[in-house]
């Protein structure tokens, strides 16, 4: 067949080549080709076909669930609770069970596995799922006697193993597959699921953390605190908010002779006489106290009282009756602590109540130098009502706070009473404000101040805190 007229030259050399190139036996361009051997040979993966094992030791093999992947692993020695979490294959039955009637299957297409039995290290967990049982019982052991509902376990597996249990199951494990350590955690699991009973694993907030070294099976349960919150009211002048540390030997254990060899600066605080009685009916090992600011040892708290959380350090009993604790802290007290409002708490409120900056209502009693004309006084005190104040720190507590001038304000003041050369009044401010400062001045370092005003020296006879405009 003669070319078109219509194409051009080049295309019709171009397709008389071609054809002459591929059609021809003449001047073959591939004749001086020589073929190179491919130096991995070729396999055709036939899933229904044995192989012999010193095959499956030359050669690769498919990922599972393909027959040939599993009978891959049985090669290598997996264990039957690995060879039926990489399979991908679903079974009757799980675990271990599920691996064995795996194995049974492949040997039925495989006869030469026959001979082929359960590694005695196994390559994926090093037999770390046979130990499952024991580490079960040795967590239900450690849990007798300690009230729970939810738990959750942690497991320390080795690098090592994890590196190699990774790459084995990345080229031979069927997609998605289990790894080691969420199918350890499952099988305990389950075990104690059967074992406990009632109880549910959770990712958040359990009662107990269950955490397991594998290189050593050690079993450690942390018992994880129960949080209270309510509100405090102190009658006292003589109690600190929290403990207080022996001055001369810092609170060490035993003490010391000043102390009495309680290494306690005070005997009693609010947290002993709210938390020892709540952590002797729980079987605590201890309490912490987070309170919304506190007041000085000598300044009462009343009103509704002050804003607080404990925290009950690893209990053995989590569900207290708190309606019984109310009354039961003020009589153990003798009446100088009393609470309200208890209720079940979290660590978030913790958080919420330490950072909660809110206005305190307070009365205040104190002393001039002399007796004050008593309208020009309550005129000169009212005036300082809606001020800011700049307080330097002061020098009492300069010790353990930065120096520097905070700014607060006086949001009212109210009940001004002038008794000779005493002066009672009511007063709320914003939170943060020294009020004993705030009367006496703290020689100048708080501007404007009520000594300041008055131009007389003043001086505290008593303070007390009548609420905490929170919650």
Request: charge should be negative; charged fraction near 30%; glycine fraction near 8%.
């Amino acid at each position: 067949m003669s070319p078109d007229p219509s194409e051009d030259e080049e295309d019709v050399t171009w397709v008389s080549f071609s054809s002459a190139g591929y059609g021809s036996a003449e001047d073959d361009p591939w004749e001086d080709v020589v073929p190179v051997p491919s130096p991995d040979p070729e396999v055709d993966w036939y899933d229904d076909d044995p192989i012999d094992g010193e095959a499956a030791i030359q050669w690769d093999a498919p990922p599972c669930p393909a027959p040939l992947g599993i009978a891959h692993l049985i090669r290598i020695g997996c264990c039957d609770h690995c060879l039926h979490r990489l399979s991908g294959r679903r079974t009757e039955k799980r675990g271990s069970e599920g691996g064995s009637e795996l194995r049974e299957q492949s040997i039925l297409t495989n006869p030469d596995l026959s001979d082929v039995g359960p590694g005695s290290d196994c390559p994926t967990c090093e037999n770390l799922m046979d130990d499952a049982r024991n580490i079960s019982e040795i967590i239900s052991s450690a849990c007798e006697g300690i009230e729970y509902a939810t738990m959750q376990v942690g497991v320390h597996i080795p690098k090592d193993l994890m590196e190699e249990e990774d790459a084995i199951r990345t080229r031979y494990g069927a997609p998605a597959s289990t790894p080691l350590k969420a199918t350890f955690v499952e099988e305990i699991q389950s075990i104690l699921t059967g074992e406990i009973g009632d109880i549910e694993f959770v990712k958040e907030r359990p009662d107990l953390m269950i955490l397991i070294d594998t290189l050593t099976l050690r079993v450690e349960v942390d018992v994880r605190p129960v949080f209270i919150y309510g509100r405090y009211i102190k009658n006292s002048r003589e109690i600190p908010q929290t403990r207080w540390p022996c001055r001369s030997c810092r609170g060490r254990q035993g003490g010391c002779e000043a102390c009495g060899s309680s290494g306690l600066q005070y005997e009693d605080s609010v947290q002993d006489l709210i938390g020892i009685p709540f952590a002797g009916t729980m079987g605590a090992e201890d309490t912490a106290f987070h309170g919304m600011g506190r007041e000085d040892i000598d300044v009462r708290c009343l009103g509704n009282g002050r804003p607080f959380v404990l925290e009950v350090k690893s209990p053995r009993s989590r569900s207290p009756d708190l309606a019984e604790f109310e009354s039961k802290i003020s009589s153990t007290s003798g009446g100088r602590v009393v609470v309200n409002s208890l209720r079940f708490s979290d660590r978030k409120e913790v958080a919420r109540i330490k950072q909660t900056r809110s206005e305190k209502t307070y009365t205040i009693r104190f002393s001039t130098e002399e007796a004050i004309d008593q309208e020009n006084a309550v005129s000169l005190i009212h005036s300082l009502s809606g001020k800011t104040v700049e307080q330097q720190t002061p020098t009492r507590v300069s010790h353990r706070r930065a120096d520097k001038i905070r700014k607060r304000k006086i949001v009212s003041i109210d009940n001004v009473e002038v008794h000779g050369e005493e002066i009672e009044m009511t007063l709320r401010c914003e939170a943060g404000t020294y009020i004993k400062e705030l009367v006496h001045s703290d020689e100048g370092r708080t501007v404007p101040s009520v000594s300041g005003t008055l131009n007389s020296k003043c001086e505290v006879i008593w303070l007390d805190v009548e609420n905490v405009h929170a919650d």
